[in-house]
């Protein structure tokens, strides 16, 4: 019997209040997932400008945000073309294996004469910045129930 009256209940009147209530919670949600987003993705690229190595402040300033889907996404663009060989170094220091193994010479226009090198050390500052974000971002959802 009391399951027949709440039913009936809601079909009576609740059932409309039901629908704005399930509304306002679903906006509340949505806003705060974009928080959290955002929030993830501006970590993400502190992060990694702050462990870029200076230089000439180019790859540091490389590294942008961009959103998509109202905010419901986020992309972390590095533009610097090298900056996967400072993410994990190059020739006998490469820390995937794949670098060169005996020295090298090359023309620096920038020095203006031969630089004789065996490579450069790995100056990892984007792994780290994404792993910042990820424990970030799971924190966040979960404490969003998600």
């Given at each position: 019997m009391a399951r027949s009256s709440i039913s009936i209940g809601i079909q009576m009147g609740g059932l409309r209040q039901f629908d704005r209530e399930v509304d306002r919670f679903?906006?509340?949600?949505?806003?705060?997932?974009?928080?959290?987003?955002?929030?993830?993705?501006?970590l993400i690229q502190g992060q990694a400008q702050t462990l870029a190595p200076t230089g000439d402040g180019h790859l540091r300033n490389s590294i942008e945000i961009r959103y998509y889907n109202r905010g419901l996404s986020a992309e972390i663009i590095v533009g610097a073309a090298y900056a996967i060989y400072v993410e994990?170094?190059?020739?006998?220091?490469?820390?995937?294996?794949?670098?060169?193994?005996?020295?090298?010479?090359?023309?620096?226009?920038?020095?203006?004469?031969?630089?004789?090198?065996?490579?450069?050390?790995p100056q990892p500052y984007w792994q780290p910045a994404i792993e910042a974000g990820s424990r970030h971002f799971e924190l966040e959802l979960g404490r969003l129930g998600a």
């Open positions: 679903e906006k509340e949600f949505i806003k705060e997932v974009k928080r959290v987003i955002t929030e993830t993705a501006e994990y170094g190059t020739g006998i220091y490469s820390s995937t294996g794949n670098g060169r193994r005996t020295p090298w010479v090359y023309w620096s226009e920038k020095l203006n004469r031969y630089v004789y090198t065996r490579g450069m050390k």
